[in-house]
């Protein structure tokens, strides 16, 4: 398909001004797109009225050769904002006439053409242009689609199942509102029929190159958000390890019911102003090959009963950790102890001597050894315990 530089669009006699508008647009008039507006950089952006020309389109009317000199192109304003696809350079677009931003004398709003919509040729969500059937048929086997655009045969439509509501991008994107059973539909079966179901998908898996429609796959496609109400779905967990557990959760493919899954080869949650809070009534599970947890500050765990290993846990005999100022002041006065007696015997010269000071040590600590030993229960943990 021939391709137009802004240079050779702007040197067009039918590009002079703005006068290359369509005054007068039939019902059912179309165009093939031969050049969009995308930014500011665009040499016409300007003429074409600044912001309102952003996505539009200069095009032919259909039957109008690409190969003859540029005259006959005309310009189309992009008539939604809201909810916008671009077109490609060769795809056809349905060109209406509509009330513009100019009123006359009179008070009445005076028209231009937009165009509306593109047309499905190909019924693909990838690209449908449709080459100039005037040109040289050396031509149409390469096809010019624009501004590094490049075609990927790979890129399958969207299978629907019945009632859907389907968005889907150029290069693999979609969102499906569903929820109605479907013989390629594995999310739906008798037990939740009509129960609904969103699934937000970002790249679509490998597939061989042609036409025919695929579905989701949340292990396979790039990345993926699945909100369901009463479904299960067949997830390849990235970690099964659950020794935390007493009852482990049910995994990710048995569980049943309202959950929301996110999977991709990365996930980063990012709080730039203040908290990333996790919550939830029964528990909040985290496995993986290692879990780190850094705090400039502090770090802060607190419970009940805190288990550090699978057996500080699930054995009869738990093992609390030491305390360790109460482990330091009972050591404390048990070296005071040891430290008394070492003085005493250190000035034992005679037998007799030692007799008396023997007997005089003894008293003493037998005095204060019911006192250590009841020290000892406060010297452990009540709430953390250790294999």
């Known amino acids: 398909m021939a391709s137009y530089t802004y240079a050779q669009l702007l040197s067009s006699t039918a590009l002079g001004g703005r006068s290359n508008i369509l005054k007068s647009i039939p019902q059912g008039t179309f165009g093939r797109v031969v050049d969009i507006i995308l930014d500011n950089t665009h040499p016409a952006y300007q003429e074409r009225g600044g912001t309102l020309a952003l996505n539009g389109v200069f095009f032919r009317t259909l039957g109008t050769p690409t190969v003859q000199e540029n005259d006959n192109i005309f310009f189309a304003y992009s008539s939604t904002r809201d909810l916008t696809k671009v077109p490609l350079l060769g795809e056809i677009v ?61 890129i399958r439509p969207l299978q629907a199942y019945p009632g859907d509501t389907l968005i889907e991008g150029r290069l ?79 995994e990710a493919q048995i569980y049943k019911g309202n959950q929301l899954l996110i999977n991709s080869g990365r996930i980063y949650l990012n709080a730039k102003e203040e908290s990333v809070l996790l919550s939830g009534t029964e528990s909040v599970g985290l496995n993986a090959r290692t879990i780190n947890l850094d705090g ?6 607190d419970a009940d009963k805190i288990y550090l290993g699978e057996k500080a846990r699930r054995t009869n005999r738990k093992e609390p950790v030491v305390l360790g ?34 007997s005089k040590q003894g008293t003493s600590i037998n005095s204060k050894l019911p006192a250590l030993e009841a020290a000892i229960k406060n010297t452990l943990s009540k709430k953390v315990y250790s294999e």
């Open 94 to 154: 349905e060109i209406v006439n509509q009330p513009s931003e100019n009123i006359d004398g009179d008070g009445v709003t005076s028209k231009k053409p937009y165009y509306r919509s593109i047309v499905n040729i190909w019924n693909s969500p990838h690209q449908n242009s449709y080459p100039d059937g005037y040109e040289d048929a050396t031509q149409t086997d390469s096809i010019e689609l624009g501004y590094n655009f490049e075609e990927r045969p790979n």
């Open 325 to 358: 100022l109460q482990y330091e002041a009972w050591l404390k006065d048990l070296i005071a102890i040891l430290r008394s007696m070492a003085r005493d015997f250190s000035t034992v010269l005679t037998p007799p001597q030692a007799a008396a000071v023997l």
């Open 172 to 250: 693999g994107q979609s969102i499906r509102f569903s929820g109605v059973t479907h013989p390629q539909n594995i999310l739906s079966d008798d037990t939740n029929n009509g129960s609904p179901f969103t699934i937000i998908r970002n790249g679509q898996r490998e597939a061989p190159e042609g036409d025919t429609p695929i579905v989701e796959d949340i292990n396979r496609d790039a990345s993926s958000i699945y909100l369901l109400s009463n479904h299960s779905i067949p997830l390849e967990q990235a970690n099964y390890k659950r020794l935390a557990y007493d009852t482990p959760p049910e």
């Open 296 to 301: 400039e500050e502090y770090l802060a765990l």
